[in-house]
C-alpha cells in the first residue's frame, strides 16, 4: 500500500528523444508527487511536483503527466539533452506528513 | 549559500564500532530527516523530526539512534554497526510539512557508509 512502483530501471535515449519514466502507487491517500533528479555524488534535487488535483504540469523541457483513475504518474522529459544523464525518482507523500516513499530509481543516459 | 551539511563524506568501519554521522542546515528548518539509499531500493526515511527535541521513526529505524538538541542539527548514530547498514545516507531538511507544496525536500550529499 505504502509502495510506488517505478520503470523503466534505466534509460537510454538520444540526444534531442523523449525521455519517460513511469510510476504507479496503490495508496489513494498520497497528496504530493514529487520527482526528485540525482546527479553521481549528490543528493537528490526536487524537479518537479504535481497534486493529484491536476493532471499535467509543465516546467520548461519538464512535464508530469498525472492520471488518477488509474493511479500513475509519469515524467516525460523532452528534447533530451546529455545533461540531463542522472538518475530520476517518483515519490510521493501523504497528507501532513514529512515523509516521502520514493521510486527505486531510473538511471537515463543521453547520448549525443 | 543555502545547503544542508553531512560529514563525513566517506567512511569505512569495523562491525559494533560506534560512529555519529552529522548533518547541519543552514536554512532554520523545522522538519529535518534520515534516508538511506541501496540499489533497487531506491530511498527510504530512517527517522525523522518535526523540531528540537521532537523525533520520531520512519520505515526503516532499527539500529540507528537519532538526536535533534539544536534546531541546525540532527546526527545520525549507529551504536553497533553491521555490515547490513552498508549504504549511502542522506540528511533532509525542509521548511513545512511537504504537503503544503511549497517547501521541498533539500537533501545534503551523501555519506557513503561501508561496515566490515
Known amino acids: 500500500q505504502q509502495q510506488v512502483k517505478q520503470s523503466p530501471q534505466s534509460l537510454i535515449v538520444q540526444k534531442g528523444g523523449i525521455s519517460i519514466i513511469n510510476c504507479a502507487y496503490e495508496?489513494?491517500?498520497?497528496?504530493?508527487f514529487p520527482w526528485y533528479q540525482q546527479f553521481p555524488g549528490k543528493g537528490p534535487a526536487l524537479l518537479i511536483a504535481?497534486?493529484?488535483?491536476?493532471s499535467e504540469k509543465k516546467e520548461g523541457r519538464f512535464t508530469i503527466s498525472f492520471n488518477k483513475s488509474a493511479k500513475q504518474f509519469s515524467l516525460h522529459i523532452m528534447d533530451s539533452q546529455p545533461g540531463d544523464s542522472a538518475t530520476y525518482f517518483c515519490a510521493a507523500s501523504m497528507p501532513d506528513t514529512d515523509k516521502l516513499i520514493f521510486g527505486t530509481g531510473t538511471r537515463l543516459q543521453v547520448f549525443p | 549559500e543555502a545547503q544542508v551539511t553531512q560529514n563525513p563524506r566517506y567512511l569505512i568501519t569495523v562491525t559494533g564500532k560506534k560512529l555519529t554521522v552529522t548533518c547541519s542546515q543552514n536554512m532554520n528548518h523545522e522538519y529535518m530527516s534520515w534516508y538511506r539509499q541501496d540499489p533497487g531500493l531506491g530511498l527510504r526515511q530512517i527517522y525523522y523530526s518535526m523540531n528540537v527535541e521532537v523525533t520520531d521513526k520512519g520505515d526503516v529505524p532499527e539500529g540507528y539512534k537519532v538526536s535533534r538538541k539544536e534546531k541546525r542539527n540532527f546526527p545520525l548514530i549507529l551504536e553497533s554497526p553491521s555490515p547490513n547498514q552498508t549504504s549511502l545516507y542522506f540528511c533532509?531538511?525542509?521548511?513545512?510539512?511537504?504537503?503544503?507544496?511549497?517547501?521541498?525536500?533539500?537533501f545534503g550529499n551523501g555519506t557513503r557508509l561501508t561496515v566490515t
Open positions: 504535481i497534486r493529484p488535483d491536476v
Open positions: 495508496n489513494t491517500a498520497f497528496d504530493y
Open positions: 533532509a531538511s525542509s521548511r513545512d510539512l511537504l504537503s503544503s507544496y511549497n517547501s521541498p525536500l533539500h
